[in-house]
């Protein structure tokens, strides 16, 4: 029996996305992040390096088959990476969190006027 992988299906600039016919990179990092559970996995491992099942716990009610595809496509995108002890999100995962966490701020700051 052979054993075949599946290949890691990102998005790319340039092809089509969700939102985009021309695969803008903008519209192409939210498809990414638009997945279920990736804004989850980043924020966690903005705070720590954490192993597969510490971050099925802290994401909660993920499941292994979710989390598991997420991470590929992190890692495939090149925002985490995996260290001895677990995962970590690279210079380039970390430079995306600073971005976005004023946005976490500003979604504070918005649902308090809704």
């Known amino acids: 029996m052979t054993h075949t992988s ?3 299906k990102i998005p790319r600039p340039g092809t089509p996305v969700r939102g985009s016919k021309t695969g803008q990179p903008i519209m192409v990092l939210f498809d990414l992040l638009g997945r279920r559970w990736a804004m989850g996995i980043i924020w966690n491992l903005s705070e ?3 192993t597969f099942r510490q ?3 802290r994401c909660g009610s993920i499941s292994p088959t979710v989390l598991n595809t997420r991470l590929k496509e992190l890692r495939a995108a090149g925002l985490l ?3 001895q002890n677990g995962y970590t999100l690279t210079q380039t995962g970390k430079a995306l969190f600073e ?3 004023p ?3 500003w979604a504070m700051e918005w649902t308090t006027t809704l």
């Open 55 to 57: 971050l099925q716990a």
């Open 6 to 8: 599946k290949a890691v």
């Open 103 to 105: 946005l976490g701020d």
């Open 81 to 83: 990476t995996t260290q």
């Open 48 to 50: 720590q390096e954490c």
């Open 99 to 101: 971005r976005l966490e």
